[in-house]
C-alpha cells in the first residue's frame, strides 16, 4: 500500500511520517493485514531524496544556489527522481508487500510546479505518468495547514531552502493547488486539518488509516 503524505512547506508530514509508522508497528493492525507469514515492513521515504541518485537530486532542486533554475528544468528534475525512486524502491516494495509512507508524490508536482509556477497541467500530467509508469497512491493525507503558519514553522526550523524562501503567493497558489486536486480526487486524497496540534493530527490521521485499511 502506498500512503504518500502531502501539503504546503510546514505542515507537519515529517513528523506524522513518523508517528504514523511508529503507529502501524506498536497499534497490532499490521497482524490483520493480507496473508502474511509475518507483518508486512513499513518503510518510510521521500521525493526528492528516496534513492542515492534522489538525493544528489535534491541537493540540486533545493539548494539556495539553483535559484536560476528554470521551470520547466525543474520540473524534469522532479521527474527524473521520482522515476528512479518508483523503479528502484516503490515498485518493488509495492509488489513485496510493504506499506510505504511517502513524504509527497505526484500531487506535489501538480501543486508546486503546475498551480505554483504556471506549467501547464496536461504536461505534468504527461511527464507524471511516464515518470511513474502509472503508480498511483492507494491514499493520500492532505496536511492542510494555513501558508503563513506552515512558512513561519518551516523557517524556524533553521536556513530556509530554495522552495521555502518562494514569495507567499506562490505558496498560496500551491496551497489553491492541494485544494483543488483534494476537491478532484476526494476518493484517494483525504484533508486532515493541520493547524491543530501534532497530537491531535495524529489522531485524525490515525482514524482515515483505521477506515481504509
Same mark, same amino acid.
Given at each position: ?78 521527474? $527524473? &527522481? +521520482?522515476?528512479?525512486?518508483? *523503479? ?8 513485496? !508487500?510493504?506499506?510505504? =509512507? ?57 536556513? $530556509? &531552502? +530554495?522552495?521555502?524562501?518562494? *514569495? ?8 489553491? !493547488?492541494?485544494?483543488? =486536486? ?32
Amino acid at each position: 500500500m502506498l500512503i504518500v503524505f502531502e501539503g504546503v512547506e510546514g505542515s507537519g508530514k515529517t513528523t506524522q511520517i513518523q508517528r504514523s509508522r511508529d503507529w502501524f508497528l506498536s497499534s497490532g493492525i499490521l497482524d490483520t493485514l493480507g496473508n502474511y507469514h509475518k507483518p508486512p515492513p513499513v518503510i518510510i521515504t521521500r521525493e526528492p531524496g528516496g534513492t542515492a541518485l534522489g538525493i544528489k537530486l535534491r541537493q540540486l532542486l533545493l539548494q539556495e544556489q539553483s535559484s536560476s533554475l528554470q521551470h520547466r528544468t525543474e520540473l524534469l528534475l522532479y521527474a $527524473a &527522481d +521520482r522515476s528512479q525512486h518508483v *523503479e528502484e524502491l516503490l515498485q518493488p516494495q509495492l509488489d513485496a !508487500g510493504a506499506i510505504i =509512507l511517502c513524504d509527497r508524490y505526484t500531487d506535489s508536482t501538480i501543486a508546486y510546479q503546475g498551480y505554483g509556477r504556471g506549467i501547464d497541467l496536461a504536461l505534468i500530467e504527461q511527464i507524471n505518468h511516464i515518470a511513474t509508469g502509472g503508480l498511483e497512491s492507494d491514499l493520500t493525507l492532505w496536511l492542510d495547514v494555513d501558508v503563513t503558519i506552515g512558512l513561519q514553522r518551516a523557517r524556524e526550523r533553521g536556513v $530556509a &531552502d +530554495r522552495m521555502e524562501q518562494a *514569495e507567499l503567493t506562490f505558496h498560496q497558489r500551491v496551497q489553491q !493547488g492541494f485544494a483543488q =486536486l483534494a476537491s478532484q480526487h476526494p476518493q484517494r486524497i483525504v484533508r486532515i486539518d493541520a493547524n491543530q496540534s501534532p497530537e491531535a493530527v495524529q489522531r485524525d490521521i490515525q482514524a482515515v488509516l483505521r477506515q481504509r485499511i
